[in-house]
C-alpha cells in the first residue's frame, strides 16, 4: 500500500494538482472491557488504507482507499480533481496552503513494555484487581452498584509525504484506561464518576497508574459525597478549581475556541465557531499569571506527535500568554488564511479522515501558591476538586460545571462536602476572575471529538489548582 | 475479494482454526461527503472501503475484530489472534448460542437508489441549491454537510444465516447564520432521491438564522416548551439508546428496574423499527442475522421492552429484538437502535403551539451531558433557534439559556405531540441511533439555566 501512497501522489501531479499528499496508516487497537465484574465482548481493530488529499485550482478533495487497487485509485484520483474543480465556483477565493519547510525523518515513540510481551492474563486480571478494590462494601464504604472498565491499546504506524518532497514516516504506542462507578445510597441516591487516563508509551504507563487503589479512593469519595455530603450554597463566593476541573475548563475554554478552522467558520456546521476572532491577537483576556499552551511534544502525553499530519514539525503553542490571546492553533490552509506559519496542529484519527485543527495537550502553566495558600485567603467558598456534568456551546462562551468532589471553604479551612455545587459561567468571566494558581500541574488524558465524520483526537488536559473571585453558583429549582 | 466470497471465508477459515460459532459481515461501500463553510465548497472527500467484521465464539468466550485490511493473508492472520486470546479470556457469563437460520428476510422497499450511487459531481449542485435557498431566507452564510453513501453488505454465519443487504443513503445538513450568534438548521436525508429536498433545509436554516437575529437574553427559571423535530432527534436518540439492554447492565441509563413502570407520560409511544421504507438505520437483518421487525420501547407511558441481541436476551431471559450492532472503536458488541420512531399526535404544529400559548420554542441541543446516568440528570446546549412562545405564536428570540433537566421528568411531563414526524439524522447522536422519525413535542415545568458571569 505504500508504493500506492507514492504512487498517488505522482499520479496528481500528472493530472495538475499544485499540491497532493498521501499518509499510509495502519492502526491496530485491542480494547477488553469488563461490566460489572464480568468480560464483556472483547473488541479488536486492524485497519489500514491510504488517506489522499489533492489541491487543484484552489479546489480541495479527499479521497481514501484501503484495498490495493492501482485501477480504482486511478479512477478515484482523477475524479478528485475533477470534483474539486468543479467545487471551486463556489468559492471567492481559492484554498491555498502556507510555505512550510520540507522534512524528511523517521520518529517514534518507544514502548519499554511493549503490549504483545503482557499476556492478556495480566490486562484482563488487572480489570479483575480493579473490579475487586471496588467492590467490597466494607472495604471502600459504599456498594458499587455498577462498574465499567476498559483498556483500549493502539499502535499507530504512519507513512507521510507530499508533492514538495516531505516524507515522515512515524510509529506511536497508545493506551488507555476508562472508568464508570456508580455508587449508591438507600435514600441519598446515586453518584457517579469517571477515571480517564491515556498516555503515549507502552503497558509501563499502566504499572505507574496504580489502577487499583485510584479506583478504590473513587469510589471511597463517592461514598463519602453520598453518606456526608450537604447541599451546595449558592450565590457569590470564591471557589478553589482542582486540577480536573482547570484541565476540561483549558480544553473547552482556551482550546477549542482558538482553533483556527472554527475561527474561520469552516467547522460551523457542527462542531460550531468561537467567541475568538481573527482580530483579537493581543488582546488581554485574563491576568499575568495565566499562560495556557498547546503541546504535541510533551513526552508520554496521550497527545504526543513530532510532526503532524501534514508533515509539518510540532512544537508547543502559545495560546494565552500572561494573560493576553498569543496565537491560534493552525493547519496550512488556516496559517495561509491568516498569514502566519502552521504551527502544526492537523491531526487526522484514521487513514480515512482528512487532516483538522486539533489540540494535542493543552494545559495551564503552574503559579507560585501552594494549595493551602490558595485556600487559606478564603473566607466563604466552595473547592470543587472534580466534575460530573459539563458542556459548553458551539461558540465556546457558555461554560457550565457541576461539582462531583468538593468542600465548603470557611475561613480559610476545608470543611464539610457539598453536593453538586453548579458553576455556570462564560469564558470571558472566568478567566477575568482568576486570582491565583497553584504549583501542582496535573493532566487527564481524554478523547476528544469534532468534525463529521467525527474524529476522536487522544488528548491531554490539565492545569494547577486555580482560585476564582466572586463568582455565582447557581442552577434552577 | 468480493462481499459474497469474503464473508464466506470469514466463516470457513474461523471455523477451520477452532471457532464454535462464527458470523462475519463483509461490506463494500463508497461514500461522498461535500463540506462546506461561509457559502464555500470547503472539501469534498471520496471513502472506497472494504470491512470485514466477525464475531467469534469460542468455549462461550465471545470476541469481535474489524477488519480493513482484507487480503487473505491478513485475515487468516486476526482470526488465528482472536482464536488465541480466547484461550486465555474467560467466558461470557451470558454467553449464548448463535440464531440458528436459515431465515426469510423481508425486502425493503425503496433502501436502493442507483441515482444516489451514481451522483458524483452532480452533488456540488445539491449543495449549492441548499446555500442559495438558505441565502434566500435570510442567511448570511451556510455551513454544512452533505453525505452519499452506497453499500453493499453480505452476512453469513456458521448457523445457517445468509442474508444480503445493498443499500444508499443521503444526508444533508445544513447550518446557517444571519451573524455571529444568530444561527438556523435544517436537514434532509433518506434512502432514496425523491425523499431529499435541499432546497427545503436550506430554506428552514435560513429562515429560523434570520429569525434570531436581536436575541434577547433569557432568564433562568422553568417554563412550558415546545421540543422541534430536531431537538427531539437528540432527546429520543438518547431515551431509546438508554434503553439497550447493554446500557442498562452496565448502570449508564435512567431505566433500569423500570420495565412495566410508566416512564413517560400517557401520550408517549416509542419504537424501533428496522423496517421503515426509506430510513436511514432500515436493515432486513441485524449483525447476528436475527430479521428485524419493529419493537416497542414505550407504550401509553409504559416501558416495554429493552433493546436486546442474543447476549442481553439471555441475561434478562427474554428474546433477541434484533437490535445486534456492529461495533465502534470506544463501543463493543451490542445492542442500539435502528430507526427510532415517536408516535405522532393529532395536532398541527401550530395547534401545538396555540395550546402551550406562552413558554419557549426549543429547535436544536447538542452537547447533552449528564451528572448522573441512573437517575437521568443532564444539561443540553440550545442552538440554533430559541423562540419565546406568545399567545400561541413564536415572537422574539432568546439565548444564552441551557436546557438543565432530568430525562424521566421531561418524558413525564410530555403534553402533547403534533402529527406530522420527520426523519432526522442528527449530527449529534449519544447513543448514534441512525435516524429518529419525530413530531414535535410538547412539554411543561422544564429547567433553563444561565451564566451568572
Known amino acids: 500500500m505504500k508504493e500506492l501512497a507514492d504512487f498517488a501522489v505522482g499520479y496528481a501531479g500528472e493530472l495538475g494538482a499544485e499540491y497532493a499528499e498521501a499518509r499510509f496508516q495502519n492502526d491496530l487497537k485491542n480494547m477488553y472491557l469488563l461490566v460489572n465484574g464480568k468480560p464483556e465482548v472483547g473488541r479488536f481493530v486492524r485497519s489500514s488504507g491510504i488517506g489522499i488529499r489533492v489541491l487543484i485550482d484552489g479546489g480541495m478533495s479527499f479521497l481514501s482507499i484501503n484495498k490495493p487497487d492501482k485501477e480504482l485509485l486511478k479512477k478515484r484520483v482523477k475524479e478528485a480533481v475533477k470534483i474539486a474543480r468543479s467545487s471551486v465556483k463556489t468559492m471567492k477565493k481559492p484554498i491555498r496552503l502556507s510555505p512550510e519547510k520540507t522534512s524528511k525523518k523517521e520518529w517514534e515513540a518507544k514502548a519499554k513494555i511493549p503490549f504483545k510481551d503482557v499476556s492478556l492474563k495480566e490486562k484482563v486480571g488487572l480489570l479483575f484487581d480493579i473490579d475487586n478494590a471496588v467492590s467490597s462494601p466494607r472495604e471502600v464504604g459504599i456498594k458499587i452498584a455498577s462498574r465499567y472498565f476498559y483498556f483500549l491499546e493502539y499502535e499507530i504506524e504512519k507513512y507521510f509525504l507530499n508533492s514538495e518532497g516531505t516524507e515522515v514516516s512515524s510509529f506511536l504506542p497508545k493506551i488507555m484506561f476508562y472508568g464508570l462507578l456508580t455508587a449508591s445510597e438507600p435514600q441519598k441516591g446515586t453518584e457517579q464518576d469517571r477515571i480517564g487516563k491515556g498516555e503515549s508509551r507502552g503497558w509501563e504507563a499502566v504499572k505507574e497508574w496504580d489502577l487499583v487503589n485510584h479506583a478504590a479512593e473513587k469510589a471511597k469519595t463517592l461514598g463519602r459525597i453520598l453518606k456526608t455530603a450537604k447541599e451546595a450554597p449558592k450565590g457569590r463566593l470564591d471557589i478553589v478549581l482542582g486540577s480536573e476541573v482547570v484541565g476540561l475548563m483549558m480544553h473547552e475554554s482556551a482550546g477549542h475556541p482558538y482553533e483556527a478552522d472554527r475561527i474561520m467558520g469552516r467547522e460551523a456546521a457542527q462542531a460550531g465557531e468561537s467567541f475568538i476572532t481573527r482580530d483579537m491577537i493581543g488582546q488581554k483576556i485574563g491576568p499575568e499569571t495565566v499562560t495556557v499552551v498547546d503541546d504535541p511534544t510533551v513526552e508520554h502525553s496521550f497527545g504526543y506527535y513530532l510532526y503532524d499530519d501534514e508533515g509539518v514539525p510540532a512544537r508547543r503553542r502559545y495560546l494565552i500568554e500572561g494573560g493576553v490571546i498569543n496565537e491560534f492553533l493552525h493547519n496550512r490552509e488556516t496559517a495561509f488564511e491568516m498569514g502566519v506559519k502552521s504551527n502544526g496542529a492537523a491531526r487526522a484519527e484514521f487513514f480515512d479522515r482528512e487532516p483538522i485543527v486539533r489540540m494535542a495537550s493543552t494545559f495551564m502553566l503552574p503559579g507560585d501558591h501552594t494549595f493551602e495558600e490558595l485556600i487559606e485567603d478564603v473566607k466563604q467558598g466552595v473547592f470543587m476538586n472534580t466534575f460530573g456534568e459539563w458542556n459548553i456551546d458551539d461558540r465556546r462562551y457558555n461554560m457550565r460545571f457541576i461539582g462531583r468532589e468538593c468542600y465548603l471553604i470557611e475561613k480559610g479551612n476545608l470543611r464539610s462536602m457539598v453536593r453538586r455545587p453548579i458553576l455556570e459561567i462564560t469564558t470571558p468571566g472566568f478567566f477575568g476572575s482568576i486570582d491565583a494558581l497553584d504549583k501542582n500541574l496535573k493532566y487527564e488524558g481524554a478523547i476528544c471529538g469534532k468534525s463529521d465524520p467525527a474524529q476522536g483526537a487522544p488528548v491531554w488536559h490539565g492545569g494547577p489548582n486555580v482560585r476564582v473571585k466572586d463568582v455565582k453558583l447557581g442552577g434552577v429549582e | 475479494m468480493e462481499t459474497d466470497e469474503m464473508s464466506q471465508f470469514l466463516v470457513n477459515e474461523g471455523l477451520r482454526l477452532g471457532a464454535d460459532e462464527i458470523i462475519a459481515v463483509a461490506t463494500n461501500k463508497t461514500l461522498r461527503q461535500i463540506r462546506f463553510g461561509n457559502n464555500e465548497i470547503t472539501i469534498t472527500k471520496t471513502w472506497d472501503e472494504v470491512v470485514a467484521e466477525v464475531l467469534l465464539e469460542k468455549d462461550k468466550t465471545v470476541l469481535t475484530a474489524t477488519m480493513t485490511d482484507t487480503s487473505r493473508g491478513s485475515i487468516r492472520e486476526t482470526l488465528r489472534d482472536l482464536i ?92 446557517s447564520l444571519a451573524d455571529g450568534e444568530s444561527s438556523g438548521v435544517g436537514i434532509t436525508c433518506g434512502t432514496n432521491l425523491d425523499d431529499f429536498n435541499p432546497e427545503k433545509a436550506g430554506e428552514e436554516a435560513g429562515g429560523l438564522a434570520k429569525m434570531s437575529l436581536r436575541a434577547e437574553s433569557g432568564k433562568l427559571g422553568r417554563y412550558n416548551v415546545v421540543f422541534s423535530r430536531v431537538a427531539n432527534a437528540v432527546l429520543f436518540d438518547i431515551v431509546a439508546g438508554m434503553n439497550s439492554a447493554f446500557y442498562v447492565g452496565a448502570g449508564i441509563s435512567c431505566f433500569i428496574e423500570k420495565l412495566g413502570e410508566k416512564v413517560a407520560s400517557d401520550r408517549i409511544a416509542l419504537y424501533d423499527d428496522a423496517q421503515v421504507t426509506g430510513g436511514v438505520g432500515s436493515t432486513p437483518f441485524d449483525d447476528e442475522g436475527n430479521p428485524t421487525g419493529r419493537t416497542t420501547i414505550i407504550e401509553n407511558g409504559v416501558l416495554k421492552t429493552h433493546l436486546h441481541n442474543s447476549l442481553t436476551a439471555k441475561k434478562y431471559k427474554t428474546k433477541s429484538t434484533a437490535n445486534a450492532t456492529r461495533t465502534r472503536l470506544y463501543r463493543t458488541w451490542m445492542p442500539l437502535p435502528w430507526n427510532v420512531l415517536v408516535k405522532e399526535g393529532e395536532h398541527s404544529d401550530e395547534e401545538l403551539l396555540e395550546e402551550v400559548k406562552n413558554g419557549l420554542f426549543v429547535n436544536n441541543i447538542t452537547y447533552v451531558r449528564f451528572q448522573d446516568y441512573r437517575k437521568g440528570d443532564f444539561s443540553g446546549i440550545i442552538r440554533d433557534g430559541l423562540f419565546k412562545i406568545e399567545n400561541g405564536e413564536l415572537t422574539s428570540p432568546v439565548k444564552g439559556l441551557r436546557l438543565s433537566d432530568n430525562i424521566l421528568h421531561l418524558l413525564q411531563n410530555a403534553t402533547a405531540l403534533s402529527k406530522d414526524a420527520v426523519q432526522i439524522n442528527h449530527w449529534w447522536m449519544e447513543f448514534d441511533t441512525p435516524s429518529v422519525w419525530t413530531p414535535l413535542v410538547s412539554a411543561r415545568n422544564i429547567g433553563f439555566t444561565v451564566a451568572t458571569k
Open chain 2, 84 to 175: 488465541a486470546m480466547t484461550k486465555v479470556m474467560k467466558p461470557h457469563e451470558d454467553y449464548s448460542p448463535l440464531p440458528e437460520g436459515p431465515f426469510r428476510y423481508r425486502e425493503i422497499p425503496r433502501l436502493y437508489d442507483k441515482r444516489i450511487s451514481t451522483l458524483e459531481e452532480k452533488s456540488v449542485d445539491y449543495v449549492i441549491a441548499a446555500i442559495n435557498s438558505a441565502t434566500e431566507s435570510g442567511a448570511n452564510r451556510s455551513a454544512g454537510t452533505l453525505l452519499v453513501e452506497d453499500s453493499v453488505s453480505k452476512l453469513t454465519s456458521s448457523r445457517n444465516a445468509e442474508g444480503n443487504r445493498k443499500k444508499t443513503t443521503i444526508n444533508l445538513s445544513i447550518r
